[in-house]
């Protein structure tokens, strides 16, 4: 059945039609300007993590490029088969190298911390050498294409000297950047939505996010046309704490700010979750689907594009309910959170409690992570919690 989540574009509120970093005015939709340095936009600019946003996005954008292009020969290849890992370990070990290596040169001033998923472990083993090579050519060909450092050459040693730079263990003081490299492997290896994911913990809270989502489609997506083949793809969404969530095409284009679906009638909000049943209960988030009125089947996608989606309206609910034992990482939510928060959401436990990033590289919580707009929250808390109640009392 062809469903489209949505009927209407993604809530224009303004759109700058320059680079925002160079740009000296904001403009509106209606021509209205205010000069970047009068005192209302300097006391925004003071708290508003400038030069770290400008970094995340010039990195997240990199790594995208990088991933883009293996994805692209992993798809095209006749002899890889899917099921071979590798390309996606070049992916993931290169788009972590290029985004540590970006941030370390564009905030060189600042002591540098980042928890990240992957290790460089593998690849200093004799068995990694040769795809150590490859990533070592992969960053090295996508910095290249970037004309500002087209001077940096990196050694494998290099490489993996950035890749470690992601072992940091995070914690409640101090800044940390987050990062998942590639977020939804299992769909960067289906040739479906996988994200770059960058946020920045200032204190133990998330201040900055940055999501890059290059097979996403920049108009609204559904359950049917997640791949978009007629229109464009490849969108970058961006926030920072206070300042409202964007979105702009990874190719450049103007800047839209968005905001979650406002819609307080649970039968038209259709819900989005993981396309792999081994990482939501499908069957629980049915029932609370259902407790809940929803009358759309769920959109199933990969990755943290769910929270890029949501937080331009695409839907207006994301749930998720991992196996039991199964502990979430603070890079599997950290910049999709923010995003959210940012353009309207609201993300939850299943108990209603605001996610903790403060507590290392896991995020420890009760059952689940819920996301909606604020007018949703308490039906689906309680949707939530009755089909929670109901599987407890089914298992005993
Ligand atoms: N059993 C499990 N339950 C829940 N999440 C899991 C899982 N196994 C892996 N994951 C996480 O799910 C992420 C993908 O989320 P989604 O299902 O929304 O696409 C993976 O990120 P990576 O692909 O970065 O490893 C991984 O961290
Ligand atoms: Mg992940
Ligand atoms: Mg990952
Ligand atoms: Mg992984």
Redesign the pocket.
Known sequence: MAINLLKTAPKVQSSITSKPSASLFFTTRRSFSVPLYSPLALAVSSMSYEKELAAAKKAASLAARLCQKVQKALLQSDVQSKSDRSPVTVADYGSQALVSFVLERELPSVPFSMVA?EDSGDLRKESGQETLHRITELVNETLSSEGSYSASTLTAEDVLRAIDNGKSEGGPTGRHWVL?P??????FLRGDQ?ATALALLDDGKVVLGVLACPNLPLEPIGSSNQHSPLGDVGCLFFSTVGAGTYMQSLAGSTLTKVSVSTTENSEEASFFE???A???LHDLTSSIAQKLGVKAPPVRI???A?YGALSRGDGAIYL?F??KG?R??IW?HAAGCIVVREAGGVVTDAAGNALDFSRGRYLDLHEGIIVTNQRLMPSLLKAVQEALQQRTSSTL
């Open positions: 998923e998942d590639i977020d939804g492997t299992k769909g996988y993981s396309y792999e081994a990482h939501s990969d990755s943290q769910k998720r991992p196996h199964y979430e990482k599997d």
